[in-house]
């Protein structure tokens, strides 16, 4: 039924899907926990302090679960897919090298500091740990999205005797023409996913009367963030667009729903991709309007998937559907962030109930964005894993179906019993109130240094 490359392709698939969900949501956490800290030091204000630890176990689960997954990703780039790591392995081994170098070792360095050291490293020690993890996370998107870019947009290579990547210029195959983008628009959401969670959370605990000042802290700090990070998004994505029109045009038409170069392309808001017929059935389209977006003109000229054969085709029907759904979240999101700014104004977020009962659907958005956004850009690269020098086709392992067939089922039976009781776990940490009357520990080490402000944030607590 299935081939072996359809196989590794579908564990491919089904095994980075899983692993993705974990960096979006860890990238914005850590981030989360360090202005939890750092307002808790500047404020003396114990409930960014009890909403620090709330989060932080969760965010030790989570990333451990991303550690796991991200290991067997390695493990299926030597099996299944070893033509594509020895044609590529010297432009991009090294850099995967530096990403546990200088990102993993950093996380995992000052992870146990912040996750058990508070009452023995002191808090400037502390709080600079948590930064480190923060800083760490942002260093993996770096290099992690600097080498899916360089798959996408290839500079800065030669091809040696026997065909392999060899680097000839290492800025220019680290800051390939689409790295920038794709780094803020990942990062952008990751943030959003972080913010869309931490604000269910806080306003499923604001609903049922259980959160108190640390629920209402949750829920007004993710608000915040998706106010002026989903606008944001918006413009990064648009810049996204641009620098894939230019580089990856089949990938934009596929997005799109364009059979036809035109000018002045119509938007199509939804329809039908037939691809055997090479059309769109019941299309609702807005004219111009898609080349205004694309090429910022009314009259900009969108190349159609016509213009390159069929063999050289992304899927369109996936990558057409992906890009609306991720689209759509995103609009929605955006318009959560301005739903909570007249809420602010008028009445107050902690009466806004239908806003919190909102935020609480929205909360797992954030992943679903993220995953339709990959396979937007993933699935429109094919049929290449180095865009328009290595095919897909002949970068697997020459193994028989049975043999990855075997592994996949492995993978699926051990994938859903180790994340599925991680995923329980985290969810029953979240469903436990922020305030649940456990005693936060506000004491560091007994040192002089810190003595001072020790005391000065004891007061504060007892104030509280």
């Given at each position: 039924?299935?081939?072996?490359?359809?196989?590794?392709?579908?564990?491919?698939?089904?095994?980075?899907?899983?692993?993705?969900?974990?960096?979006?949501?860890?990238?914005?956490?850590?981030?989360?926990?360090?202005v939890l800290e750092g307002l808790w030091i500047l404020r003396k204000d114990n409930t960014y302090l009890r909403v620090f630890d709330y989060w932080k176990t969760i965010f030790a689960v989570i990333f451990g679960m991303g550690v796991v997954s991200g290991l067997v990703m390695s493990y299926q780039f030597g099996t299944n897919w070893a033509v594509f790591s020895d044609k590529t392995g010297p432009v991009l081994g090294p850099m995967m090298g530096y990403e546990v170098l200088s990102a993993f070792f950093l996380e995992a360095g000052f992870l146990g500091v912040m996750l058990f050291g508070r009452n023995k490293v002191g808090l400037r020690l502390h709080f600079f740990s948590t930064l480190m993890v923060?800083?760490?996370?942002?260093?993996?998107?770096?290099?992690?999205?600097?080498?899916?870019?360089?798959?996408?947009?290839?500079?800065?290579?030669?091809?040696?005797?026997?065909?392999?990547?060899v680097p000839e210029n290492w800025l220019e195959i680290v800051f390939n023409p689409s790295f920038p983008y794709r780094l803020v628009h990942m990062v952008l959401a990751a943030y959003l996913t972080t913010a869309f969670v931490v604000g269910g959370v806080g306003a499923r605990h604001l609903l049922l009367g259980q959160g108190g000042k640390e629920a209402r802290v949750m829920f007004s700090m993710a608000l915040w963030m998706a106010a002026f990070?989903?606008?944001?998004?918006?413009?990064?994505?648009?810049?996204?667009?641009?620098?894939?029109?230019?580089?990856?045009?089949?990938?934009?038409?596929?997005m799109e729903g364009h059979f036809e170069t035109r000018k002045g392309a119509s938007l199509i808001l939804f329809g039908i991709p037939d691809e055997e017929a090479e059309t769109v059935n019941w299309a609702v389209e807005i004219p111009k309007l898609g080349s205004m977006i694309l090429t910022?003109?009314?009259?900009?000229?969108?190349?159609?998937?016509?213009?390159?054969p069929p063999e050289d085709r992304p899927p369109v029907t996936i990558v057409f559907f992906s890009f609306r759904i991720m689209v759509g979240i995103g609009m929605a999101m955006t318009a959560i962030g301005f739903w909570s700014l007249l809420s602010r104004a008028i009445w107050g977020i902690d009466r806004a109930r239908w806003l919190q009962r909102a935020t609480v659907l929205m909360a797992p958005s954030g992943f679903i964005a993220v995953l339709a956004g990959w396979v937007t850009t993933e699935v429109g690269r094919q049929p290449w894993t180095v865009y328009e020098l290595l095919r897909t086709s002949q970068s697997a392992s020459p193994l028989d179906a049975?043999?990855?067939?075997?592994?996949?089922?492995?993978?699926?039976?051990?994938?859903?019993?180790?994340?599925?009781?991680?995923?329980?776990?985290?969810?029953?940490?979240?469903?436990?109130?922020?305030?649940?009357?456990?005693?936060?520990?506000?004491?560091?080490?007994?040192?002089?240094?810190?003595?001072?402000?020790?005391?000065?944030?004891?007061?504060?607590?007892?104030?509280?």
């Amino acid at each position: 039924m299935f081939d072996a490359l359809e196989l590794a392709r579908l564990q491919f698939a089904f095994t980075v899907s899983f692993h993705i969900l974990f960096p979006a949501f860890s990238i914005g956490l850590a981030s989360f926990l360090a202005v939890l800290e750092g307002l808790w030091i500047l404020r003396k204000d114990n409930t960014y302090l009890r909403v620090f630890d709330y989060w932080k176990t969760i965010f030790a689960v989570i990333f451990g679960m991303g550690v796991v997954s991200g290991l067997v990703m390695s493990y299926q780039f030597g099996t299944n897919w070893a033509v594509f790591s020895d044609k590529t392995g010297p432009v991009l081994g090294p850099m995967m090298g530096y990403e546990v170098l200088s990102a993993f070792f950093l996380e995992a360095g000052f992870l146990g500091v912040m996750l058990f050291g508070r009452n023995k490293v002191g808090l400037r020690l502390h709080f600079f740990s948590t930064l480190m993890v923060a800083v760490g996370t942002l260093f993996s998107a770096f290099w992690i999205l600097s080498v899916n870019s360089w798959m996408q947009t290839p500079v800065g290579y030669a091809i040696n005797d026997v065909g392999q990547f060899v680097p000839e210029n290492w800025l220019e195959i680290v800051f390939n023409p689409s790295f920038p983008y794709r780094l803020v628009h990942m990062v952008l959401a990751a943030y959003l996913t972080t913010a869309f969670v931490v604000g269910g959370v806080g306003a499923r605990h604001l609903l049922l009367g259980q959160g108190g000042k640390e629920a209402r802290v949750m829920f007004s700090m993710a608000l915040w963030m998706a106010a002026f990070v989903a606008p944001m998004q918006i413009v990064a994505g648009d810049f996204h667009g641009l620098n894939t029109l230019e580089h990856q045009p089949q990938k934009i038409a596929a997005m799109e729903g364009h059979f036809e170069t035109r000018k002045g392309a119509s938007l199509i808001l939804f329809g039908i991709p037939d691809e055997e017929a090479e059309t769109v059935n019941w299309a609702v389209e807005i004219p111009k309007l898609g080349s205004m977006i694309l090429t910022h003109h009314w009259d900009g000229e969108i190349k159609g998937l016509k213009e390159w054969p069929p063999e050289d085709r992304p899927p369109v029907t996936i990558v057409f559907f992906s890009f609306r759904i991720m689209v759509g979240i995103g609009m929605a999101m955006t318009a959560i962030g301005f739903w909570s700014l007249l809420s602010r104004a008028i009445w107050g977020i902690d009466r806004a109930r239908w806003l919190q009962r909102a935020t609480v659907l929205m909360a797992p958005s954030g992943f679903i964005a993220v995953l339709a956004g990959w396979v937007t850009t993933e699935v429109g690269r094919q049929p290449w894993t180095v865009y328009e020098l290595l095919r897909t086709s002949q970068s697997a392992s020459p193994l028989d179906a049975p043999v990855v067939a075997t592994s996949l089922i492995a993978f699926i039976i051990v994938y859903f019993v180790l994340f599925g009781a991680g995923t329980y776990y985290t969810l029953r940490l979240m469903r436990r109130p922020p305030n649940s009357g456990e005693p936060t520990e506000i004491a560091g080490p007994v040192r002089t240094a810190n003595r001072k402000l020790i005391e000065g944030i004891s007061h504060v607590s007892g104030e509280d």
